[in-house]
T-cell receptor, first 116, second 108 residues
């Protein structure tokens, strides 16, 4: 199967700082990637759709100026949490669809963000 | 509101029991995927169903896609502790939307 990596796997930052999370498709190209956040014991909530070479599409209620997404290449999307606050602490997961399949998504292992 | 409704939300059973998890929607999907997620990890794809009425088997797991492609079920036979996890169904119509998940615990 296709492999998606995320970096870092865990990050702790102080309130007010910014954190960048990388999502890479290792053995396939992805013109689109998706970013989710997941709170403890809850399901995945779609934050935004990252589009290679164009602006990301954000879900309703997600602040685009706070969660900056850059999809600069066909294998890399980044999510930057700007001016992080404790309420941004969550598990962030990215996924990428594999072309030629019926919409199969391959997920990264997730990034645990803790804002102190 | 969830586009996809999963039930039950929580399920705790003994090893060896059978169970069924449901995924329902009012929307028609071109395909539907089932994933399992373990704590602290990303979801892992189990199966994709595409054709209405399709049945797929993966060892002790049986997946069925409804005839109208609006719902799906996952049946596990003789559950084992290793089956413990969050089961998510995802419907695909240009983007992927997930149900709230079924959190399964299988006790030894």
């Amino acid at each position: 199967g296709a492999v998606v990596s995320q970096h870092p796997s865990r990050v702790i930052c102080k309130s007010g700082t910014s954190v960048k999370i990388e999502c890479r498709s290792l053995d396939f190209q992805a013109t689109t990637m998706f970013w989710y956040r997941q709170f403890p014991k809850q399901s995945l909530m779609l934050m935004a759709t990252s589009n290679e070479g164009s602006k990301a599409t954000y879900e309703q209620g997600v602040e685009k100026d706070k969660f900056l997404i850059n999809h600069a290449s066909l294998t890399l999307s980044t999510l930057t949490v700007t001016s992080a606050h404790p309420e941004d602490s969550s598990f962030y997961i990215c996924s990428a669809p594999l072309a030629g399949t019926s919409g199969e998504q391959y997920f990264g292992p997730g990034t645990r963000l803790t804002v102190t | 509101t969830q586009l996809l409704e999963q039930s039950p939300q929580f399920l705790s059973i003994q090893e060896g029991e059978n169970l069924t998890v449901y995924c329902n929607s009012s929307s028609v999907f071109s395909s539907l995927q089932w994933y399992r997620q373990e704590p602290g990890e990303g979801p892992v794809l189990l199966v994709t169903v595409v054709t209405g009425g399709e049945v797929k088997k993966l060892k002790r797991l049986t997946f069925q896609f409804g005839d109208a492609r609006k719902d799906s079920s996952l049946h596990i036979t003789a559950a084992q502790p290793g089956d413990t996890g969050l089961y998510l169904c995802g419907g695909n119509n240009n983007d992927m939307r997930f149900g709230a998940g079924t959190r399964l615990t299988v006790k030894p």
